[in-house]
């Protein structure tokens, strides 16, 4: 095992701001990105029982006009 | 049995696929990140030179060779989709450009972040550095000006231009360090002799470079699925699906 303590390897060598500076940034952008792609598919679904609503409300009141 | 080639080019059924290989590539990416930075960190040796700040070269390599990767397969989907129409290919280039922009700024980002210690400065008017800037603004004037058009269809068009023109910039990126030969070092790894790295790093990096590509799988197919959505929501298949609730 090369690391012979956990501060030891936080602390990388003293590159550790640079190394971690760079996963931490790395990973926050992936989780970013797979957020907004859920974010995206959640108000596309508000939108659609939206219109599906729309839709039966439109029915209803033809059928009792 | 003549083979219908052309069944999955149609949204309908590509969301199907798409949606059963999804969860394949998270999987696989998932078990490579971890496989990979465990080599990357507990494995791979202090370099010599650059003690422990050359770890950064995990994300850094990965992230560099997708943003041009998928600038390539983009730009091939959008050829592809403005040759001959078809609507899927232009929406699976529409999905590519915004991992490819993620990847070209985690690059740069790493690149900046290993190169303060390393070369005593965050950014230099290096080559290499130059080309991948620009390959950012590539991407994200293809998303930008996609999104500046309101029709879906020539939005596509639009964007089949710019992806195509942009295309000579990456192998410009790639020889940029023996054209120029400025800062940035030459390739470590290619083809057709042997890699000037230690094994262990070498495969280190090689596995989260395996680890990128199926996770930008997962994720493009991911975006792809809800682009499916957005431009077909008038369908009877969507609908049908919404009613399933398996939207």
Known sequence: MIWSSWSEFFSMGGYGLYVWGSYVVTFICIAGEILLISNRRRTLEKQYSHIEDLDNNETKNETTS | MAINWFKYSSPASFYLLAGKMVPVFVFISVILLVVGLYVGFFVAPTDFQQGEAYRIIFIHVPAAWMSMFLYVVMAFW????????????????????????????????????????????????????????????????????????????????????????GVINIPIIYFSVQWWNTLHQGASVSLNQAPAMATTMLTGMLIMVLASWMYSIAVILKRTRVIILERESHTAWVAELHKKGAI
């Open chain 2, 78 to 165: 959008a050829g592809i989709g403005l040759a001959f129409n078809t609507r899927l290919s232009s929406m699976f280039a529409t999905a590519i450009a915004p991992t490819g922009a993620m990847f070209t700024f985690i690059a740069l980002w790493t690149g900046a972040l290993w190169g303060k210690p390393m070369w005593g400065t965050w950014w230099v008017w290096d080559a290499r550095l130059t080309s991948e800037l620009i390959l950012f603004f590539l991407y994200i004037g293809f998303m930008s000006l996609q999104a500046a058009i309101d029709d879906p269809r020539r939005a596509d068009k639009a964007g089949a231009i710019i992806a195509l023109v």
